[in-house]
């Protein structure tokens, strides 16, 4: 079956550049969802879209932005790289939003800043 | 502040027995409750889930039991086999998109 498609896997980048990570959802499903998560710690909620708008947002810093196109395709744009963004950033995909449906997850894009 | 806790950081259980993982939360408007697993370099994969309206659900080897009095929930896993190994996240959600994860339990089935 069809997973959630996460590009690059690995990105390494230097401090105060540029990023963008891209997410295909499963095929037919409309909401997205992105997650950070740090070493050692439990994965973040940063933000979601549903049918092409934002529908959540949460500890996402100003720095970062991200949308999610007419296919249903989302990417996470992150500026002014700093070190603390280093982490494994998940993408999840649902049919439909709100809590009944459940979210599978990406095999995410591991970000390293230097 | 951790609105959902999981206070074994690892659990070791022989396979064939019963694998027992224990989620605490605080949030009570917390109505949603999944469990996910999550093997070293791969995303978490979505395990079994629970609405508050419930107090158990049970898919296969997998049920999950939730004492919303308590502000707890369980995922039993019988019987444990070793391709259980992994770490186990418990996550809440309460009527948003955003799932608020465990910190985690790292299950190892020794044979």
């Known amino acids: 079956a069809a997973g959630v498609i996460q590009s690059p896997r690995h990105l390494i980048k230097e401090k105060r550049e540029t990023a963008t990570l891209k997410c295909y959802p499963i095929p037919r499903h409309d909401t997205v969802y992105w997650y950070q998560q740090g070493p050692g710690q439990d994965p973040q909620f940063l933000i979601s879209f549903y049918e092409k708008m934002q529908s959540d947002k949460g500890s996402i810093p100003d720095r970062f932005s991200a949308q999610q196109f007419s296919d249903y395709h989302s990417e996470l744009n992150m500026s002014s790289l700093e070190l603390g963004d280093s982490a494994l950033y998940f993408c999840?995909?649902?049919?439909?939003?709100?809590?009944?449906?459940?979210?599978?997850f990406g095999p995410g894009t591991r970000l390293t800043v230097t | 502040d951790q609105q959902v806790k999981q206070n074994s950081p690892s659990l070791s259980v022989q396979e064939g027995r019963i694998s027992i993982l224990n989620c605490d939360y605080t949030?009570?408007?917390?109505?949603?409750f999944l469990w996910y697993k999550k093997y070293p370099a791969e995303g978490p994969t979505f395990l079994i889930s629970?609405?508050?309206?419930?107090d158990k659900n049970e898919d296969g080897r997998f049920t999950v039991f939730l004492n919303k009095s308590a502000k707890h929930l369980s995922l039993h896993i019988v019987p444990s086999q070793p391709g259980d190994s992994a770490v186990y996240f418990c996550a809440a959600s309460a009527n948003t998109d955003k799932l608020i994860f465990g910190t985690g339990t790292r299950l190892q089935v020794f044979p």
């Open positions: 999840a995909s649902s049919l439909g939003r709100g809590d009944i449906y459940e979210q599978y």
């Open positions: 949030n009570s408007m917390f109505d949603y």
């Open positions: 629970i609405s508050s309206i419930k």
